[in-house]
Every structure is written in C-alpha cells, then in structure tokens.
C-alpha cells in the first residue's frame, strides 16, 4: 500500500525554540495533506488542511502564526511549531489523501516534548 | 457537523472469538468510510476504505459494512488473535478537501 513518511518520530526541545516536522508521500502524489494532533488517549484532532501550492486551511481554534504549514510540492508538507511551549507537547500526525480514491494513508507520527 | 461514535469504547475477548466494532455517523452524504488500527504511540494503519458507492470491502479476516441511509458501519473480525489488540478508529469523509471526522475509537484486547 502506500507509504507516508514523517520526520522525526520524536524530538525534544526547550521552550522557545521551533521545530520542522516533514511529512512526504513515498510513493503517490498528495494534492492533500492533514495535520493532526492527538491528546493522550484521545482521537485525533484535525488542526490544518494543507493543498500543494496554496495556503493551509486551518481549524477553528488553531493558530496559523504558531502552527505554520507549507506545502510546496505534492509529496512534501511541513508543520513547524513555532515558539514552542510544554503546552504544545503532544503527538502530530500527518494523512495524505490519494488523488484517485480519497483514502488516507497516515505518517507514523511524531512525538514533541517541549521542556 | 458531521458526528462520529464508536461503541464500545473498549472490549476485551478472549482469543479466536469473532467479534463487531460499530461505528456511527449523523450525516449521511459522505464520500467514504475508512476504518484504522492504531497502536500505542503510532500512527494509524489503513484497514479498509469503503467508497460512498460501496456496501462492504473484505481483506483476510476483515469485513467491514457501511449503511449510508441509517448512518452506520461495522467492522466485523473473526476469529481473533492477540495481535490484534489496538484502537480501531472509523474516519467519515466528506464535504470540501476531503474533510475528514474520525470517531472516537474502540480500544480492544484480545487476550490468549
């Protein structure tokens, strides 16, 4: 099946500082891509949508300036938390959508631990 | 706002039983219907995807069903294995890019 690929799997960091997590479609082509996040033993919460080549469509609640997502060619989206606070310590997750069936193949995730 | 609920929220069965994950959603005009696995700390794996046009879609010892009319979808597994155990989470697509509504998951057990 198809594989989506996210970068790190876990990363670290101090308070303050921003972090790139990448998201890539190995092997189709993702006109769309989804950012997530998940609270402990929750479901995923959708935060932004993103379309190659145009801006991210963000949900209700989620602030763009923090959350910045790029989405420059059709196997790569980035998420770079900003500014990064403990608050901000949780699980993201990308989706990629395939052009031809609309089924979502997920990334493994990544786990940021703001300290 | 389209509404996901999944029941149960978690089930634990004893290995080689077949069992029904159920899956709910309010609005109907969906695009299609996926159900996920997910274990701990990871990201979710594709299980099946229904399409809007489709009423159910196999692969080995999963059938899954979508009733668009009544708003529902079951996941069915038989005869289960320990390997099994993870949170099996249903996602409803539909409306502009794809949106998509996932619900809030059956984690389950298989004990051997």
């Known amino acids: 099946g198809a594989v989506v690929s996210q970068h790190p799997s876990w990363v670290i960091c101090k308070s303050g500082t921003s972090v790139k997590i990448e998201c890539r479609s190995l092997?189709?082509?993702?006109?769309?891509m989804f950012w997530y996040r998940q609270f402990p033993k929750q479901s995923l919460m959708l935060m932004a949508t993103?379309?190659?080549?145009?801006?991210?469509?963000?949900e209700q609640g989620v602030e763009k300036d923090k959350f910045l997502i790029n989405h420059a060619s059709l196997t790569l989206s980035t998420l770079t938390v900003t500014s990064a606070h403990p608050e901000d310590s949780s699980f993201y997750i990308c989706?990629?959508?395939?052009?031809?069936?609309?089924?979502?193949?997920f990334g493994e995730g990544s786990r940021l631990t703001v300290l | 706002k389209q509404e996901v609920t999944q029941i149960p929220a978690a089930l634990s069965v004893p290995e080689g039983e077949n069992l029904v994950l159920n899956c709910s959603f309010t609005?109907?005009?969906?695009?299609?219907l996926q159900w996920f696995r997910q274990d701990p700390g990871k990201g979710l794996t594709s299980l099946l995807l229904?399409?809007?046009?489709?009423r159910e879609q196999t692969s080995g010892r999963l059938n899954a069903s979508l009733d668009k009319s009544s708003g529902r979808s079951t996941l069915y597994i038989a005869a289960s294995q320990p390997g099994d155990s993870a949170t099996y989470l249903c996602?409803?697509?539909?409306?502009?890019?794809?949106?998509?509504?996932f619900g809030t998951g059956t984690k389950l057990q298989v004990i051997p």
């Open positions: 989706s990629a959508s395939s052009r031809n069936t609309g089924e979502l193949f």
């Open positions: 092997d189709f082509q993702a006109t769309t």
């Open positions: 993103s379309n190659e080549g145009s801006k991210a469509t963000y």
């Open positions: 609005d109907s005009a969906i695009y299609n």
């Open positions: 229904i399409q809007s046009s489709q």
């Open positions: 996602a409803v697509s539909g409306g502009g890019y794809q949106k998509v509504t």
